[in-house]
C-alpha cells in the first residue's frame, strides 16, 4: 500500500488560502484512488477531499465544497489541496491516503467505507487571526 509524506501545512488567516501537498511512496498510477483526510483533537479522522484516478471524478466534504480543490500531479506522484477562503473550521492535521480497486470511488474512499490502512504524519493547518 502507498504511503504518503504530507507537507505546507501551515497558519492561514480567515479567509486566506493556503495549498498543501504529498508525495507517494512510489508510482501511483490509475489504479490508486487519492484522498484528504482531515484529524482534529478529540475527533474521528474524516475525509474532506477525495479523487478517482480513472476518471478524475471527485467528492467533497459539504463544508468545504467551492472552497476547495483537490488535484494531483502525475509526473511527480503527487496530490494537492488547494484550500481558499479558509475559515476555522478547516483546522486540522491533514493526512493523505490511497486505495485500490473497481469498487472504490471518491466518495467511498472520503467515506472511508473501506479501512484504511496506511497513514503519514500529516501536515498542521492552523486557521487564525
Known amino acids: 500500500q502507498l504511503q504518503f509524506e504530507e507537507s505546507g501545512g501551515d497558519l492561514v488567516q480567515p479567509g486566506g488560502r493556503l495549498r498543501i501537498s504529498c508525495v507517494a511512496s512510489?508510482?501511483?498510477?490509475?489504479?490508486?484512488?487519492l484522498g484528504w483526510f482531515r484529524q482534529v483533537p478529540g475527533k474521528e479522522r474524516e475525509g474532506v477531499a477525495c479523487?478517482?484516478?480513472?476518471?478524475?471524478?471527485?467528492y467533497f466534504k459539504d463544508s468545504v465544497k467551492d472552497r476547495f480543490t483537490i488535484f494531483r500531479d502525475f509526473a511527480r506522484d503527487k496530490m494537492y489541496l488547494q484550500m481558499d477562503n479558509g475559515n476555522v473550521e478547516d483546522a486540522g492535521r491533514y493526512y493523505c491516503?490511497?486505495?485500490?480497486?473497481?469498487?472504490?470511488?471518491?466518495?467511498?474512499?472520503?467515506?472511508?467505507?473501506?479501512?484504511?490502512?496506511?497513514w503519514g504524519l500529516g501536515t498542521q493547518v492552523t486557521v487564525s487571526t
Open positions: 491516503a490511497s486505495q485500490s480497486g473497481p469498487q472504490v470511488t471518491a466518495r467511498s474512499l472520503c467515506l472511508m467505507e473501506k479501512p484504511i490502512n496506511a
Open positions: 479523487i478517482n484516478s480513472r476518471d478524475g471524478s471527485t
Open positions: 512510489g508510482a501511483i498510477g490509475w489504479q490508486n484512488h
